[in-house]
């Protein structure tokens, strides 16, 4: 598939993805031309073209990401979860896990974002989100157990002796949370 083809196909709903977050037509049209100049320079990398939409919509969600990071704006992560992916017949933990995570409070969620998504240490997440480290770990941590409750609530994943989740992925019929 060429380039102009991907365009063809999928710039526009690229565009109301973008412009649905940056909320300003300049700006959207900046980040799409961007993306599409990833998407030409990197489009022979793509192995399986199954994963095309996915693909395109990852480097247009990044290249707002990095937009709001160079202008110092904020965003909340929310914001970023994919309304884009293809819908496939497979069930997976990423099903899970993208349910799951919405439904942190969002005072569990940032700093987990920030700490195991960004990399931040705890401090800097801490400073960033002008509050104590005490607080910050004790959310971080609160998070992970929420994360790990979460699967064993969807889809009756249990804690071995380790402390470790142990199970499988059920039908999304049968996923309380996906479902």
């Not at 919509?57 to 929310?78: P, W």
């Not at 496939?88 to 700093?111: A, F, V």
């Not at 700490?115 to 607080?135: C, H, N, R």
Request: charged letters at 30%; proline letters at 2%.
């Amino acid at each position: 598939m060429t380039t102009n083809q991907v365009w063809t196909k999928y710039a526009e709903d690229v565009k109301f993805f973008i412009l649905s977050k940056v909320k300003d037509t300049t700006v959207t049209d900046d980040l799409l031309q961007d993306t599409f100049i990833k998407v030409h320079t990197k489009l022979h990398t793509l192995k399986d073209l199954t994963k095309l939409k996915p693909w395109i919509f990852t480097i247009a969600r990044n290249s707002m990401m990095d937009y709001f990071k160079s202008t110092n704006q904020t965003f909340e992560l929310a914001n970023f979860e994919t309304e884009t992916e293809i819908e496939e017949n497979t069930h997976t933990e990423k099903d899970c896990l993208q349910g799951i995570l919405k439904s942190l409070p969002k005072k569990y969620r940032d700093p987990l974002f920030l700490s195991d998504i960004k990399g931040l240490k705890q401090q800097e997440v801490a400073d960033t989100l002008k509050q104590s480290l005490p607080t910050t770990k004790s959310q971080i941590q609160r998070a992970r157990k929420l994360i790990a409750k979460g699967f064993m609530d969807c889809c009756g994943f249990v804690l071995n002796e380790d402390g470790k989740l142990v199970g499988e992925i059920q039908d999304k019929e049968d996923c309380k949370i996906c479902h």
